[in-house]
């Protein structure tokens, strides 16, 4: 069995493959200062209700933007599942080509998702991670990854104006109806829903512009834990949801890895 862990600022994703069927899926709120320990004493419930046995997990694959939790996640995979853990990095990803100058600063599940792309997708391709923060990973032609932006993501900002403005409660994301609020609450959700529609809007024309030069739209695929949400605004703008993407990709990459996982093992640990 494979396990994938995808490690955000907000969320962990545990995610259990045996051959191609996900058997079960979890989600804890990330915590860089959890320890081992801790981890098992919250997935040891989970998998009671899922049936998980821990004894057929074989391979575990992590793609972390929390450097601090993976010290601890690393000694889970050891004592949990008696198997390191191989660490998504530009390092270990032969299969992409990173056509930036400083490939190490960008994030691992930035670059799952770019592999993920060309497995289940095509390219050129914009994937938008509604996460902790909005982020735009580009695919050329060619499936190399160029780039991309990262704007703050929209519960960072329903937080920022709760906090910075004093009579401004927090508030929901949802959709409204039209964009002329009738109350304050109307009024803020109509902000941020519709101001991050019409950024994601003038974002991908902008992408676009610069991707490709016969006025065609790139691939655009929504992932992240705001992703149906927002696409709902987005019409045409958005030819896909998948909010797994990234798990499928860290699936894809450890199929493509093959015989050279015990390799990369010994390479990052």
Known sequence: MFLAIDIGNTHSVFSFFDGNTQKAVWRLQSDA????????????????????????????????????????????????????LVEISHETLPQLSIKLPRPEEVGADRLVNAVAVMAYYKAPAIVIDFGTATTFDVVDHEGAFVGGVIAPGVNLSVNALYAAAAKLPKISISKPKKAIGDSTITAMQSGIYWGYVSMVEGMIKRISAELVSDGQKPYVIATGGLSSLMAEGLGDYVDVVDEDLTLKGLKKIYELQGDNVSSLEKKIS
Request: hydrophobic content about 40%.
């Open 33 to 84: 200062k959890r320890t081992a320990d801790e981890y098992i004493a919250q997935l040891m419930p989970l998998a009671v209700k899922d049936g998980i046995q821990f004894g057929d997990v074989d391979n575990v694959w992590l793609s972390s933007v929390v450097p601090d939790a993976n010290n601890e996640l690393k000694r889970l995979s050891r004592k949990l599942f008696d198997t390191d």
